[in-house]
């Protein structure tokens, strides 16, 4: 199959993104709708049909729809191997467990998990369930076009290798401050990333997260795009 679309990008609110590849495949990363106050309705009424759901943490704002999602489409789950485990428990059929360093092929889509720099835990009955480190993703597109999703995150050095190893092009970065890195941290992980495009989530959807694209532009170069959407948005 050779690529015949251009890459699209929907964000439903705070860190949830449908993704259409080149080739394609639809993939859904962090699904978060019922309970997402910026997710636009509709997308709440009726679960998005994907090819593959990528959850990065065990966050009920990351992974709050996940087993939905993925129950209603028959997705592949892609997520760290002890919370792949617990959704399994929720009934999904389909998983791909991972873990940091590790890379699968899944619909000709070369997918890596990275480090991330936060914490991983569902809330249930009050007590905290450990679900495996937080984690984020690099993807290799069917067309070479490579993107990182950094999850729930603070800036870290590390993110230098991750430029050294996939060279990314676009990077999924948290700018809300507080629960993530802010737009300072957004903005110097751009430069240890290289990256030549930004899209800024995990942001407004409380006021607790005070960060905003705005204050992102001020602090990057202006060689760096940032690409600021509004909930329920596609851009190509």
């Known amino acids: 199959m050779t690529s015949t679309e251009r890459l699209s990008i929907t964000w439903l609110g705070h860190s949830t993104f449908l993704l259409r590849t080149p080739g394609g495949t639809r993939l859904l990363f ?10 636009p309705d509709e997308w709440k009424r009726t679960p998005p049909e ?8 065990g966050h009920a704002d990351h992974m709050g729809d996940a087993a939905r999602v993925a129950r209603a489409s028959n997705a592949t789950l892609v ?9 399994q428990r929720q009934g999904v059929r389909h998983v791909e467990p991972m873990n940091i360093g590790g890379t699968i ?24 369930i450990y679900l ?20 729930d995150t603070n800036v870290f ?14 990077a999924f970065l948290p700018i809300g ?16 990333l290289g990256v030549r ?20 532009r001020k602090q990057i170069g202006a060689h760096i795009e940032v690409l600021e959407l509004r909930p329920g948005e596609t851009a190509e």
Do not use: K
């Open 105 to 128: 092929t899944q619909h000709r889509l070369r997918i890596t998990l990275v480090e991330a720099r936060h914490s991983s835990a569902w809330i249930e009955d009050g007590r905290p």
């Open 177 to 192: 401050d507080r629960f993530t890195m802010g737009p300072a941290g957004a903005a110097r992980a751009c430069d240890l």
């Open 197 to 216: 495009q930004v899209v800024p989530m995990h942001y407004g959807t409380y006021p607790a997260l005070t960060g905003t694209p705005t204050e992102l």
């Open 79 to 87: 997520a760290m191997v002890e919370l792949c485990r617990w959704l």
């Open 132 to 151: 495996g480190a937080p984690a984020g993703f690099v993807v290799t597109l069917e067309d070479g076009c490579t993107l990182y999703f950094a999850g």
């Open 157 to 170: 050095e590390d993110m230098r290798l991750i430029r050294e190893q996939y060279a990314p092009e676009i």
């Open 50 to 57: 994907v090819d593959l759901v990528l959850v990065t943490h």
């Open 30 to 39: 962090d699904p978060w709708l019922l309970e997402n106050p910026s997710c």
